[in-house]
């Protein structure tokens, strides 16, 4: 982080991964009216529902741009999809004038597999030949079981507290839009295995 703090074409970015529960409700605390406790109602999803119970979502917080970049995923994370989602990331960084991408993330298997270090090397070495434009990524691992070292986590633990719905049972399209909204960013075409398959 400190290598990258003089220079302007480096960005620091802390990415995690979050699963969206429907059901689930998050810890929280909050007011209601004179004599009247807010109660959070417990839901359940009926079994003809054709929407998960969850959903999973990739994001990457850059602190100096305070921005949050979010893609939801139909299924859950895996290598495949984590260098799709690096990928974008990397477009994205590179259409606002980024070099280098200061990558600070856990190791969560999809992150620290040989596909994912084999995409990031070839990645970068393409970068290096001048055989394609773009971001190179330097990856920093998290010491392990240390979630308070991600700057991301925070932002999940809030969002979905902000996001909660008291009685009702949102769908995942909706819960999704929701997200996206509390971190002020585009509701972007989810990621899918069946796309990674190719």
């Not at 839901?43 to 893609?71: F, H, N, T």
């Not at 190179?136 to 996001?163: D, F, Q």
Request: net charge neutral; with cysteine; charged share 30%.
């Amino acid at each position: 982080m400190h290598l990258a703090e003089d220079k302007a074409d480096w960005v620091v970015g802390f990415e995690d991964e979050c699963w969206w529960s429907r059901v689930r409700q998050p810890n929280l605390h909050s007011f209601g009216e004179a004599g009247e406790p807010l109660r959070l109602v417990e839901q359940s999803v009926e079994k003809d529902d054709p929407d998960p119970k969850a959903i999973s979502c990739y994001g990457l917080y850059m602190p100096e741009l305070k921005e949050a970049w979010l893609r939801f995923v139909d299924g859950r994370p895996l290598s495949g999809i984590t260098t799709r989602f690096l990928e974008w990331c990397c477009q994205k960084l590179a259409a606002i004038g980024k070099k280098v991408l200061v990558l600070i993330w856990d190791n969560a298997s999809w992150h620290i597999s040989r596909a994912v270090r084999r995409w990031i090397g070839s990645h970068n070495r393409s970068l290096k030949k001048g055989e394609k434009e773009g971001v190179r990524i330097i990856t920093c691992l998290l010491p392990k079981k240390s979630p308070w070292l991600n700057a991301m986590e925070p932002k999940w633990i809030h969002g979905k507290r902000k996001v909660v719905e008291p009685d009702g049972l949102l769908g995942a399209y909706e819960l999704a839009e929701r997200v996206c909204s509390v971190f002020g960013c585009p509701h972007y075409e989810h990621l899918s295995i069946a796309e990674n398959v190719a």
